[in-house]
């Protein structure tokens, strides 16, 4: 079974800019997270989407927003990028997340020059 | 917010040695999930407890979930060289009701002397 897959692998970005993020979970997978991981902060949670709802999410600024398609596949957006919001973006699925593992994405590195 | 004191931050030790790190938290969790990330990669889940007081194995790596719920530790024995890299410990606060998000430890970067 393919694991998560994220596109693109690496993105440069100008600030001021947006950027569309694609996450595509496990098969069956319907529950898909967002991470944000960066040397100063760690891993932090974004927001979670399940049956193409956003089911929860995390202390991070109305600029990051994201959608779920019917086929579970999901994409993250941050609009006016800053700086600050260089980091690798993980994505992880898990069936249902209702306290299940979640399986982590490689991930997209983000540069915002 | 809940946070995780993840301990400790690096470890340098020789190749056959044992290792030991921990994670505390403010809170208690549901579940505790410890993961590896090499550079470049996203975290791969090594060990998922689900049960306060659980003790699980996966090859030469073992985990516990304790007992007040709010630590867990990760062993590894007799270590090798594809064990470096960066550990997570990870908890879940909830067990029902959506996928509250993970709230992660700092990690802990572990460095094999040859």
């Known amino acids: 079974k393919a694991g998560v897959t994220q596109t693109p692998r690496y993105l440069i970005k100008t600030r001021g800019q947006q950027v569309t993020l694609s996450c595509s979970p496990i098969s069956g997978h319907r529950s898909v997270s967002w991470y944000q991981q960066t040397p100063g902060q760690g891993l932090q949670f974004l927001f979670e989407?399940?049956?193409?709802?956003?089911?929860n999410k995390g202390n991070f600024p109305g600029r990051f927003s994201g959608r779920q398609f019917s086929n579970s596949r999901s994409e993250m957006n941050v609009s006016t990028l800053e700086l600050g919001d260089s980091a690798l973006y993980l994505c992880?699925?898990?069936?249902?997340?209702?306290?299940?593992?979640?399986?982590f994405g490689p991930g997209t590195r983000l540069l915002v020059l | 917010g809940q946070q995780l004191n993840q301990s400790p931050q690096s470890m340098f030790i020789q190749e056959g040695e044992d290792v030991s790190m921990n994670c505390t938290s403010s809170?208690?969790?549901?579940?505790w999930l410890w993961y590896k990330q090499d550079p470049g990669e996203g975290p791969v889940l090594l060990i998922a407890l689900y049960k306060a007081g659980e003790l699980t194995s996966n090859g030469r790596l073992t985990a516990q979930f304790g007992i007040t719920r709010k630590d867990s530790f990760l062993n590894i024995s007799a270590s090798i060289p594809s064990d470096v890299g960066i550990y997570f410990c990870?908890?879940?606060?909830?067990?029902?009701?959506?996928?509250?998000?993970?709230?992660f430890g700092k990690g802990t970067h572990l460095i094999i002397q040859p």
């Open positions: 809170s208690i969790f549901n579940t």
């Open positions: 990870a908890g879940q606060p909830t067990s029902g009701g959506g996928a509250d998000g993970l709230t």
């Open positions: 992880a699925s898990s069936l249902s997340g209702r306290g299940e593992t979640q399986y």
């Open positions: 989407y399940f049956s193409e709802t956003q089911r």
